[in-house]
């Protein structure tokens, strides 16, 4: 091969790493005034994320609530409702503006949740239920501290 075609596919892997990097690892973010990386969204992907994040409260309250009952079943029902399953189809242009710090906090946190419910219905220990909830809600701590939302027209 002559040094044209070198140079050309020399460049070529060079964009596609970038891209990837971009996509994959890095996001769309920018540092924000308060410290945290403002995450760089349109308003349809802020309100699916925001939706994600109010089914977890949600899910979290009524874990609570079942915990002081002594609820196992209700407590696998709600934790449930926010596992794995429960991530549907995010499009892909919403995952490539997410940083992969972000991606794993939210991966982990499903996973959390269907751990929860498992262990809520094998072992029907509310207390271990309660220390695993405290310890899911390490992740929501952690993304709140380190990410905000910002809504722009950029795509």
Avoid: W
Avoid at 124 to 134: A, I, P, V, Y
Avoid at 145 to 153: C, G, K, N, W
Wanted: charge should be negative; hydrophobic fraction near 45%.
């Amino acid at each position: 091969m002559n040094k044209f075609y070198l140079t050309t596919i020399a460049a070529l892997v060079l964009i596609i790493a970038a891209g990837a990097y971009k996509f994959m690892i890095q996001g769309s973010v920018e540092k924000s005034q308060d410290g945290r990386l403002a995450l760089q969204l349109d308003a349809e992907e802020r309100d699916l994320i925001l939706a994600e994040m109010r089914a977890f409260l949600e899910s979290v309250q009524q874990i609570t609530e079942a915990i002081t009952e002594k609820d196992m079943e209700g407590i696998a029902e709600q934790a449930k409702k926010v596992g794995r399953a429960a991530q549907g189809e995010v499009p892909g242009s919403l995952m490539g503006k997410l940083p992969l710090e972000f991606k794993k906090l939210g991966f982990d946190t499903h996973s959390r949740f269907d751990q929860l419910a498992l262990d809520a219905e094998q072992l029907g220990d509310e207390q271990h239920s309660l220390t695993q909830l405290s310890v899911l809600m390490k992740n929501c701590v952690a993304c709140h501290a380190v990410y905000r939302i910002e809504v722009t027209d950029r795509h």
